[in-house]
Protein backbone atom coordinates (compact mmCIF):
# COMPACT_ATOMS: atom_id res chain seq x y z
CA UNK A 1 0.00 0.00 0.00
CA UNK A 2 0.74 3.62 -0.16
CA UNK A 3 1.88 4.20 3.10
CA UNK A 4 1.30 8.32 2.30
CA UNK A 5 -2.15 7.36 2.00
CA UNK A 6 -4.55 7.29 4.94
CA UNK A 7 -5.77 3.85 5.85
CA UNK A 8 -8.25 2.51 7.53
CA UNK A 9 -6.18 1.54 10.93
CA UNK A 10 -5.33 5.33 11.03
CA UNK A 11 -6.02 6.16 15.05
CA UNK A 12 -5.00 7.92 17.86
CA UNK A 13 -2.54 5.31 19.75
CA UNK A 14 -2.29 5.31 23.21
CA UNK A 15 0.76 7.43 24.50
CA UNK A 16 3.04 5.17 26.99
CA UNK A 17 5.35 6.58 29.57
CA UNK A 18 7.41 5.48 31.72
CA UNK A 19 7.81 6.10 35.34
CA UNK A 20 10.92 5.50 38.18
CA UNK A 21 8.31 6.68 41.38
CA UNK A 22 5.02 7.96 42.19
CA UNK A 23 6.12 11.60 41.61
CA UNK A 24 7.25 10.41 37.92
CA UNK A 25 4.30 8.34 37.10
CA UNK A 26 1.84 11.30 38.04
CA UNK A 27 3.96 13.81 35.88
CA UNK A 28 3.21 11.96 32.78
CA UNK A 29 -0.63 11.55 33.36
CA UNK A 30 -0.45 15.40 33.70
CA UNK A 31 1.81 15.82 30.69
CA UNK A 32 -0.57 13.89 28.46
CA UNK A 33 -0.09 10.23 28.73
CA UNK A 34 -2.83 7.82 28.34
CA UNK A 35 -1.02 5.12 30.32
CA UNK A 36 2.24 4.86 32.46
CA UNK A 37 4.68 1.35 32.88
CA UNK A 38 6.47 1.06 36.30
CA UNK A 39 7.98 -1.58 37.93
CA UNK A 40 7.35 -2.72 41.28
CA UNK A 41 9.92 -3.52 43.91
CA UNK A 42 10.50 -7.35 42.36
CA UNK A 43 9.71 -9.18 39.24
CA UNK A 44 10.81 -6.29 37.09
CA UNK A 45 13.72 -5.62 34.74
CA UNK A 46 14.85 -2.25 36.75
CA UNK A 47 16.02 -2.97 39.99
CA UNK A 48 17.81 0.46 40.32
CA UNK A 49 14.95 2.15 39.26
CA UNK A 50 13.55 3.61 42.56
CA UNK A 51 10.56 1.70 41.81
CA UNK A 52 6.96 1.11 43.47
CA UNK A 53 5.73 -0.19 46.72
CA UNK A 54 2.64 -2.02 46.80
CA UNK A 55 1.04 1.35 48.60
CA UNK A 56 2.34 3.42 45.37
CA UNK A 57 1.23 1.30 43.06
CA UNK A 58 -2.16 1.21 44.75
CA UNK A 59 -1.95 5.15 44.46
CA UNK A 60 -0.75 5.53 41.14
CA UNK A 61 -3.79 3.60 39.94
CA UNK A 62 -6.39 6.18 42.35
CA UNK A 63 -4.76 8.78 40.33
CA UNK A 64 -4.22 7.58 36.58
CA UNK A 65 -8.37 6.64 37.27
CA UNK A 66 -8.83 10.19 38.73
CA UNK A 67 -7.34 11.18 34.83
CA UNK A 68 -8.96 8.92 32.94
CA UNK A 69 -5.62 6.92 32.37
CA UNK A 70 -4.02 3.72 32.91
CA UNK A 71 -1.16 2.18 34.86
CA UNK A 72 0.62 -1.02 33.49
CA UNK A 73 3.30 -3.14 35.96
CA UNK A 74 6.47 -4.44 34.48
CA UNK A 75 6.98 -8.26 35.42
CA UNK A 76 9.50 -8.96 33.04
CA UNK A 77 12.21 -10.60 34.43
CA UNK A 78 13.51 -13.93 33.34
CA UNK A 79 13.14 -15.95 36.39
CA UNK A 80 14.87 -18.46 38.08
CA UNK A 81 13.04 -20.87 40.32
CA UNK A 82 13.58 -19.11 43.35
CA UNK A 83 12.22 -15.90 41.69
CA UNK A 84 8.76 -17.58 42.01
CA UNK A 85 8.11 -16.73 45.42
CA UNK A 86 5.64 -14.47 46.31
CA UNK A 87 4.28 -14.04 42.32
CA UNK A 88 1.39 -15.12 42.62
CA UNK A 89 0.15 -13.11 46.00
CA UNK A 90 2.28 -9.86 43.59
CA UNK A 91 -0.09 -10.95 40.55
CA UNK A 92 -3.51 -10.52 42.61
CA UNK A 93 -2.49 -7.49 44.13
CA UNK A 94 -1.78 -5.64 41.12
CA UNK A 95 -5.23 -6.99 39.76
CA UNK A 96 -7.01 -6.01 42.88
CA UNK A 97 -5.37 -1.98 42.62
CA UNK A 98 -6.83 -2.00 39.18
CA UNK A 99 -3.87 -2.37 37.07
CA UNK A 100 -4.77 -2.63 33.45
CA UNK A 101 -1.77 -4.36 32.55
CA UNK A 102 1.69 -6.40 33.11
CA UNK A 103 4.39 -6.22 30.26
CA UNK A 104 5.80 -10.21 30.60
CA UNK A 105 8.92 -11.91 29.15
CA UNK A 106 8.39 -15.45 30.65
CA UNK A 107 5.47 -17.89 29.36
CA UNK A 108 5.51 -19.03 32.93
CA UNK A 109 4.48 -15.54 34.40
CA UNK A 110 1.64 -14.98 31.41
CA UNK A 111 0.13 -18.70 32.20
CA UNK A 112 0.09 -18.09 35.99
CA UNK A 113 -1.40 -14.39 35.51
CA UNK A 114 -3.98 -15.83 33.27
CA UNK A 115 -4.79 -18.39 36.31
CA UNK A 116 -4.73 -16.20 39.38
CA UNK A 117 -5.47 -12.33 38.08
CA UNK A 118 -7.21 -12.97 35.04
CA UNK A 119 -8.50 -9.50 35.00
CA UNK A 120 -5.13 -8.24 34.15
CA UNK A 121 -4.32 -7.82 30.30
CA UNK A 122 -1.08 -9.58 29.76
CA UNK A 123 1.37 -7.81 27.20
CA UNK A 124 4.22 -9.52 25.61
CA UNK A 125 7.00 -7.78 26.44
CA UNK A 126 10.07 -6.73 23.97
CA UNK A 127 12.24 -9.32 25.14
CA UNK A 128 10.27 -11.59 23.24
CA UNK A 129 11.33 -10.36 20.28
CA UNK A 130 8.04 -10.33 18.25
CA UNK A 131 9.57 -9.47 14.81
CA UNK A 132 6.75 -11.42 12.53
CA UNK A 133 2.87 -12.13 12.87
CA UNK A 134 3.34 -15.37 13.36
CA UNK A 135 5.15 -15.22 16.66
CA UNK A 136 2.32 -12.90 17.63
CA UNK A 137 -0.35 -15.41 16.61
CA UNK A 138 1.55 -18.17 18.30
CA UNK A 139 1.53 -16.34 21.51
CA UNK A 140 -1.96 -15.52 21.33
CA UNK A 141 -2.65 -18.37 20.78
CA UNK A 142 -0.97 -20.34 23.04
CA UNK A 143 -0.76 -18.09 26.24
CA UNK A 144 -3.67 -15.85 25.57
CA UNK A 145 -1.73 -12.47 25.01
CA UNK A 146 -3.44 -9.35 24.80
CA UNK A 147 -0.61 -7.31 23.24
CA UNK A 148 2.38 -7.58 21.41
CA UNK A 149 4.84 -5.00 21.99
CA UNK A 150 7.04 -5.46 18.94
CA UNK A 151 10.92 -5.94 19.11
CA UNK A 152 12.83 -2.72 18.13
CA UNK A 153 14.27 -4.72 15.38
CA UNK A 154 11.24 -4.22 13.20
CA UNK A 155 11.09 -1.78 10.43
CA UNK A 156 8.51 0.41 8.91
CA UNK A 157 7.37 -2.40 6.74
CA UNK A 158 7.34 -5.56 9.51
CA UNK A 159 5.09 -2.66 11.72
CA UNK A 160 2.53 -2.35 8.89
CA UNK A 161 2.28 -6.23 7.91
CA UNK A 162 2.60 -7.37 11.56
CA UNK A 163 0.19 -4.92 12.34
CA UNK A 164 -2.30 -5.24 9.97
CA UNK A 165 -2.52 -9.31 10.50
CA UNK A 166 -1.99 -9.80 14.00
CA UNK A 167 -4.96 -10.75 16.43
CA UNK A 168 -3.73 -8.78 19.07
CA UNK A 169 -3.06 -4.89 19.52
CA UNK A 170 0.86 -4.10 19.02
CA UNK A 171 2.53 -1.76 20.37
CA UNK A 172 5.99 0.00 19.33
CA UNK A 173 9.02 1.70 20.73
CA UNK A 174 9.03 5.52 19.80
CA UNK A 175 11.75 7.17 22.45
CA UNK A 176 14.38 6.43 24.63
CA UNK A 177 17.50 4.03 25.07
CA UNK A 178 18.48 1.15 22.69
CA UNK A 179 20.18 -1.95 24.21
CA UNK A 180 22.84 -2.65 21.13
CA UNK A 181 22.14 -6.76 21.70
CA UNK A 182 18.93 -8.40 20.40
CA UNK A 183 15.94 -7.48 22.16
CA UNK A 184 17.89 -6.46 25.33
CA UNK A 185 19.10 -10.20 25.32
CA UNK A 186 22.92 -9.31 27.29
CA UNK A 187 25.16 -10.69 29.22
CA UNK A 188 27.77 -8.73 29.52
CA UNK A 189 26.47 -7.06 32.74
CA UNK A 190 26.50 -10.13 33.97
CA UNK A 191 30.21 -11.29 32.63
CA UNK A 192 31.82 -7.90 34.08
CA UNK A 193 29.85 -7.19 37.21
CA UNK A 194 27.85 -10.11 37.98
CA UNK A 195 24.99 -8.09 37.65
CA UNK A 196 21.99 -10.18 35.77
CA UNK A 197 20.44 -8.10 33.12
CA UNK A 198 17.79 -10.08 32.81
CA UNK A 199 16.62 -10.54 36.44
CA UNK A 200 17.00 -6.59 37.09
CA UNK A 201 20.30 -5.49 37.46
CA UNK A 202 21.70 -3.83 33.85
CA UNK A 203 25.07 -2.23 34.31
CA UNK A 204 24.48 -0.75 30.74
CA UNK A 205 28.20 -1.71 30.19
CA UNK A 206 27.67 -1.48 26.56
CA UNK A 207 27.92 2.26 27.71
CA UNK A 208 31.84 2.23 29.42
CA UNK A 209 34.76 3.42 27.56
CA UNK A 210 37.26 0.66 26.80
CA UNK A 211 40.86 0.49 25.61
CA UNK A 212 41.18 -1.48 22.26
CA UNK A 213 44.05 -3.35 22.20
CA UNK A 214 45.77 -5.50 18.57
CA UNK A 215 47.86 -8.18 20.83
CA UNK A 216 49.86 -6.02 23.06
CA UNK A 217 49.51 -2.73 21.76
CA UNK A 218 46.75 -0.14 22.11
CA UNK A 219 45.01 1.14 18.96
CA UNK A 220 42.94 3.63 21.20
CA UNK A 221 44.96 6.28 22.19
CA UNK A 222 42.79 9.03 20.85
CA UNK A 223 39.35 7.98 21.99
CA UNK A 224 37.90 4.73 23.58
CA UNK A 225 35.58 2.55 22.90
CA UNK A 226 31.66 2.03 23.24
CA UNK A 227 29.79 -0.25 21.74
CA UNK A 228 26.35 2.05 23.23
CA UNK A 229 23.53 2.92 21.02
CA UNK A 230 22.01 6.52 20.40
CA UNK A 231 18.72 7.07 21.73
CA UNK A 232 16.03 6.24 19.54
CA UNK A 233 13.69 8.93 18.22
CA UNK A 234 11.00 8.54 16.23
CA UNK A 235 8.74 11.64 15.30
CA UNK A 236 9.59 11.10 11.82
CA UNK A 237 7.82 8.14 11.41
CA UNK A 238 4.99 8.80 14.01
CA UNK A 239 2.18 9.15 11.09
CA UNK A 240 3.41 5.75 9.49
CA UNK A 241 2.92 4.37 12.87
CA UNK A 242 -0.35 5.81 13.16
CA UNK A 243 -1.40 4.77 9.91
CA UNK A 244 -0.56 1.23 10.47
CA UNK A 245 -2.56 1.03 13.12
CA UNK A 246 -0.26 0.67 16.01
CA UNK A 247 -2.12 0.80 19.23
CA UNK A 248 0.48 1.84 22.00
CA UNK A 249 3.61 4.18 21.27
CA UNK A 250 5.75 3.51 23.49
CA UNK A 251 8.52 5.60 25.75
CA UNK A 252 11.64 4.58 27.30
CA UNK A 253 13.21 5.97 30.36
CA UNK A 254 11.91 4.49 34.45
CA UNK A 255 15.03 5.84 35.40
CA UNK A 256 14.95 8.69 34.03
CA UNK A 257 14.28 12.71 35.82
CA UNK A 258 11.25 14.37 36.16
CA UNK A 259 12.16 16.84 33.55
CA UNK A 260 12.63 14.42 30.64
CA UNK A 261 9.28 12.30 31.27
CA UNK A 262 7.49 15.78 31.28
CA UNK A 263 9.18 16.84 28.57
CA UNK A 264 9.68 14.32 26.21
CA UNK A 265 5.94 12.97 27.07
CA UNK A 266 4.24 16.69 25.77
CA UNK A 267 6.16 16.94 22.86
CA UNK A 268 4.87 13.65 21.60
CA UNK A 269 1.48 14.24 22.92
CA UNK A 270 1.31 17.40 20.69
CA UNK A 271 2.32 15.75 17.91
CA UNK A 272 0.24 13.10 17.91
CA UNK A 273 -2.66 15.03 18.58
CA UNK A 274 -1.86 17.59 15.94
CA UNK A 275 -0.91 14.37 13.19
CA UNK A 276 -4.46 12.79 14.43
CA UNK A 277 -6.23 16.50 13.72
CA UNK A 278 -4.74 16.93 10.26
CA UNK A 279 -5.87 13.39 9.73
CA UNK A 280 -2.86 13.17 7.30
CA UNK A 281 1.44 13.87 7.95
CA UNK A 282 1.84 17.13 9.05
CA UNK A 283 4.51 19.90 6.98
CA UNK A 284 7.78 19.89 7.51
CA UNK A 285 7.75 23.21 9.20
CA UNK A 286 5.43 21.66 11.71
CA UNK A 287 6.56 18.41 12.23
CA UNK A 288 10.57 20.84 12.77
CA UNK A 289 8.59 22.36 15.53
CA UNK A 290 7.47 19.38 17.22
CA UNK A 291 10.85 17.57 16.74
CA UNK A 292 12.55 20.91 18.54
CA UNK A 293 10.21 20.38 21.70
CA UNK A 294 10.66 16.75 21.73
CA UNK A 295 14.61 17.40 21.80
CA UNK A 296 14.61 19.68 24.89
CA UNK A 297 14.19 16.36 26.96
CA UNK A 298 17.51 14.57 25.20
CA UNK A 299 21.18 14.32 26.93
CA UNK A 300 22.29 11.81 24.41
CA UNK A 301 22.31 11.90 20.31
CA UNK A 302 19.62 10.21 18.53
CA UNK A 303 18.72 7.93 16.08
CA UNK A 304 15.57 6.52 14.29
CA UNK A 305 16.57 2.90 15.12
CA UNK A 306 15.97 0.14 12.87
CA UNK A 307 12.41 1.77 11.12
CA UNK A 308 14.56 2.77 8.47
CA UNK A 309 15.89 -0.20 7.76
CA UNK A 310 18.80 -1.95 9.13
CA UNK A 311 20.22 0.37 11.73
CA UNK A 312 23.92 1.77 10.62
CA UNK A 313 27.03 2.74 12.11
CA UNK A 314 25.70 5.87 12.45
CA UNK A 315 23.63 4.60 14.66
CA UNK A 316 26.50 3.63 17.48
CA UNK A 317 27.91 6.29 19.74
CA UNK A 318 32.07 6.27 19.16
CA UNK A 319 33.25 9.43 20.35
CA UNK A 320 33.65 10.17 24.46
CA UNK A 321 31.08 12.08 26.24
CA UNK A 322 31.73 15.21 28.74
CA UNK A 323 30.03 17.20 31.01
CA UNK A 324 29.70 19.24 27.95
CA UNK A 325 26.76 16.79 27.22
CA UNK A 326 24.46 17.31 29.70
CA UNK A 327 21.09 18.51 29.43
CA UNK A 328 21.06 21.97 30.80
CA UNK A 329 17.58 23.59 30.07
CA UNK A 330 15.82 22.55 33.29
CA UNK A 331 16.36 25.74 34.74
CA UNK A 332 13.61 25.14 37.75
CA UNK A 333 9.95 24.43 39.01
CA UNK A 334 6.94 26.53 39.72
CA UNK A 335 6.48 26.37 43.72
CA UNK A 336 4.85 29.89 44.20
CA UNK A 337 2.71 32.49 42.75
CA UNK A 338 1.32 35.74 43.83
CA UNK A 339 -0.07 37.48 40.84
CA UNK A 340 2.73 37.79 38.66
CA UNK A 341 5.46 37.18 40.63
CA UNK A 342 6.69 33.71 41.01
CA UNK A 343 8.81 31.46 42.80
CA UNK A 344 11.11 29.31 41.58
CA UNK A 345 13.01 26.59 43.59
CA UNK A 346 16.31 26.52 40.51
CA UNK A 347 17.78 23.68 38.85
CA UNK A 348 20.48 25.34 36.32
CA UNK A 349 21.66 28.55 36.00
CA UNK A 350 19.96 31.57 34.15
CA UNK A 351 20.31 35.30 33.92
CA UNK A 352 18.53 38.46 33.68
CA UNK A 353 17.72 39.50 30.42
CA UNK A 354 16.59 35.69 29.24
CA UNK A 355 14.13 35.09 27.59
CA UNK A 356 12.70 31.44 29.31
CA UNK A 357 10.09 29.12 28.54
CA UNK A 358 7.37 27.38 30.90
CA UNK A 359 6.53 23.87 29.98
CA UNK A 360 3.07 23.35 31.64
CA UNK A 361 0.58 20.42 31.46
CA UNK A 362 -1.96 23.32 31.23
CA UNK A 363 -0.84 25.28 28.25
CA UNK A 364 1.42 25.38 25.07
CA UNK A 365 4.86 26.49 25.97
CA UNK A 366 4.95 30.12 26.22
CA UNK A 367 7.78 32.56 26.71
CA UNK A 368 9.15 35.45 28.48
CA UNK A 369 11.84 37.98 29.28
CA UNK A 370 13.64 38.01 32.63
CA UNK A 371 13.29 41.48 33.65
CA UNK A 372 14.98 40.88 36.98
CA UNK A 373 15.77 38.26 39.58
CA UNK A 374 14.84 38.40 43.57
CA UNK A 375 17.03 36.01 46.02
CA UNK A 376 15.12 34.98 49.24
CA UNK A 377 16.61 37.64 50.80
CA UNK A 378 14.06 40.05 48.30
CA UNK A 379 17.80 41.04 46.74
CA UNK A 380 18.08 41.71 43.25
CA UNK A 381 20.52 39.22 41.70
CA UNK A 382 22.17 39.20 38.02
CA UNK A 383 22.05 35.44 38.17
CA UNK A 384 20.21 32.47 39.50
CA UNK A 385 23.49 30.04 39.73
CA UNK A 386 22.47 28.03 43.29
CA UNK A 387 21.09 24.55 42.80
CA UNK A 388 17.64 23.71 45.04
CA UNK A 389 17.10 27.59 45.88
CA UNK A 390 14.35 29.83 45.99
CA UNK A 391 14.41 33.03 43.58
CA UNK A 392 11.27 34.70 42.36
CA UNK A 393 11.03 36.32 38.77
CA UNK A 394 8.16 37.66 36.81
CA UNK A 395 6.30 35.59 34.59
CA UNK A 396 3.43 37.89 32.75
CA UNK A 397 0.89 35.34 32.06
CA UNK A 398 -0.53 32.70 34.06
CA UNK A 399 1.10 29.20 35.35
CA UNK A 400 0.46 26.80 37.81
CA UNK A 401 2.24 25.21 40.47
CA UNK A 402 4.47 22.62 39.53
CA UNK A 403 4.80 24.20 36.00
CA UNK A 404 8.53 24.03 34.57
CA UNK A 405 11.03 26.77 33.85
CA UNK A 406 13.34 26.02 31.06
CA UNK A 407 16.03 27.37 28.91
CA UNK A 408 14.52 29.13 25.10
CA UNK A 409 16.54 27.73 22.59
Known amino acids: MDRRQLSNRFHKPELLAPAGDLKRAKTAIL ?15 RSRASNFTLEDIQ ?15 TCNIIPHNEDFEGLEEYLKKLEE ?41 FMHDVFGIDRAVLARECNMEDIYDITEKCPVETEAFIHGGMCVNYSGRCTLSNRMTLRD ?14 HLYDGKNEISNDALFTMGSKDLFTADYMYDLMNA ?34 QGPLSQERLD ?7 YGENREVCSGFYAGNAN ?46 LSPYNTVRQFHVNSILNAKNEVIETANQPMTRVQIDIPFEVHEKDILRRSR
Not at 109 to 131: D, F, G, N, W, Y
Not at 289 to 295: E, P
Not at 340 to 357: C, D, P, S, Y
Open 31 to 45: YGADAVYLGGQFFSL
Open 59 to 73: EACVFAKEHGARIHV
Open 97 to 137: FGVTAIIVASPSIMKLARKVAPKLEVHCSTQMSITNVETAI
Open 197 to 210: ANRGGCAQSCRWAY
Open 245 to 278: GVSSLKIEGRMKTEYYVATIVSGYRHLIDEIYEN
Open 289 to 295: YHKKQIL
Open 313 to 358: ADSLIYHETSNADVNHDFLGTVVGIDGTHVTIETRNKFNTGETLEI
